[in-house]
C-alpha cells in the first residue's frame, strides 16, 4: 500500500509527511486512515513534539475532489476524517505544522489543529468551501475564528481569498514566516527550542489552555491555581545549573 502519510519518529519528533505530491497533497479518505493507524501505534509518552508538513512543493491543497465526487465522504468517513483531526488537536504535546505552497479548504482544516504555525512566505492559505458549493465538517468554522477572529474568519470563508504567508503572519493565523529556502531550518530550530524545555511543563500548560478555553478570566485564573502541576521534580537541578554557570561567569 501506498504511504499517503509517512510518520517517522526520530530524536523525540514524531513527524508526519503528507506524502502526495502529484497531487499537492490533496487529502482523502485512505490519508486519514492512514494518521489514525499511525496514532494508533505511536508510544506518546516518549514523544515532545509532534510536525506536520508536506512533500514537494505544497503543504495541502485541499480535500481531493475526486473523493467528494464520489460520493466516498459521505456519513461515517467525514466523522472519521473529523475524529482525525480532533485526535490530533487534542495532542498532549505541542504540535508544529510547516507550511509551503498551497494550504487549501481541507489543508487549512488540517493544519488548524496545530498550536504553531510556520509559514513560508510564499505559502497561499484560502478557503474555498463557499467556490465548491460546500460546508465545512472538519471544524473550520470553529477552529478558524478563534485563530484569526471572528470577522477575519468570515471573509476568508465568503471571499475564498488566497492569502499570503506574510499575511497568514500578520492575521495571526501563522506565527512564523520565513523566505521558502529557510522553511526547513528554522522549523528545525523550532523544534529543538521546545526540545531543550522540561516536556511535563509544556503538557501541562496545553492542557491548562484547554481545559479553560472560552471559561471567563476570574474562572479560568482559579482553575490555574488549584489545577497547576506546579514544581516538577527536575525544577531544582535546572536552578543548580543556572547558579554554576552565573558563578563561572
Known sequence: MTELV????????????LNRPDKLNALNAE????????????DMSDIRCVLLKGAGRSFCAGHDLDDLASGAEAGLIERLEAGVIERLATLPVPFV??????CYTGGLELVLAADIIIASADAKF???HAKWDLVPVWGLTQRLQRRVGRAKAMEMMFTSRTYSGEEALAMGLANICVPADELESETKRLC???LANSRRSNCAMKKLMADTDNLPLAAGLAWELYHSEGHGPEMQAHIEAARGQSRRR
Open 126 to 128: 484560502a478557503d474555498t
Open 192 to 194: 529543538r527550542d521546545i
Open 31 to 42: 490519508s486519514f486512515r492512514q494518521i489514525a493507524a499511525q496514532l494508533d501505534h505511536i
Open 97 to 102: 505544522a510547516a507550511v509551503q505552497g498551497h
Open 6 to 17: 509517512i510518520c517517522d519518529v526520530k530524536e523525540k519528533v514524531c513527524t508526519f509527511t
